[in-house]
Structures are given as C-alpha cells and as structure tokens.
C-alpha cells in the first residue's frame, strides 16, 4: 500500500510563491516518476512538472522559469516551488508516483492565485 499526501497549497495574491510538498510512504527511488499534476474546474487534468528516479526533470511550457520540482530523499518528500503564480495557475494541485505498470495518487492541495 502506497500513500502520498499533498500538502502546502493556499491562497496568494498574483506574482506571490508557494511551495507544496508530496511525502510518500517508502523511498521515492522505488518511483520510475514522480510529478505534479493540476486541475483546474472544467479543465483536464494535466501534467506541470516531473522528476525521474535519476534526477532529471521536465516541465510544461507554461510553467518553465517559474516553477522548480525537487526532492529530499531522507525525507521521502519531492517539492514544487511556484514562483510568480498568475491566476491561471489556480488548480486543485495533485502528486502522482509512477511504478513500471502502476500509479499512485495523492489526495490533492488547492491552489487560489487571485489578481
């Protein structure tokens, strides 16, 4: 049984920061991928950053020299560092664990960025 719990989401005000985290129950190097997936009401769910179990990452283009993912792994924790949030980075924020052939789902942290 995996569990992953999201954590760090609020309300700011445009061009302000926050961090989330994403603790997992065992070692994040028994991940193939780990990324941060958003929501937004009436919007697919989509993909904003990952990190593999090797330390490279990707991001999508409209968060690219804003946001930074990173982990800590005497923690079990990876981050997300949102700088300069715009109101469209307003979302329901979720954690996802990628095995080989599974998927594992944190319970998601909401994300208000007001103007």
């Known amino acids: 049984q995996v569990q992953l719990v999201d954590s760090g989401g609020g309300l700011v005000q445009a061009g302000g920061s926050l961090r989330l985290s994403c603790a997992a129950s065992?070692?994040?190097?028994?991940?193939?991928?780990m990324g941060w997936y958003r929501q937004a009401p009436g919007k697919e769910r989509e993909l904003v950053a990952g990190?593999?179990?090797?330390?490279?990452?990707n991001y999508a283009d409209s968060v690219k020299g804003r946001f930074t993912i990173s982990r800590d792994s005497a923690k079990n924790t990876v981050y997300l560092q949102m700088n300069s949030l715009k109101p469209e980075d307003t979302a329901v924020y979720y954690c996802?664990?990628?095995?080989?052939?599974?998927?594992?789902w944190g319970q998601g942290t909401q994300v208000t960025v007001s103007s």
């Open positions: 996802k664990a990628h095995g080989n052939s599974n998927g594992y």
């Open positions: 065992r070692s994040i190097f028994s991940f193939f991928f």
């Open positions: 990190i593999t179990s090797g330390g490279s990452t």
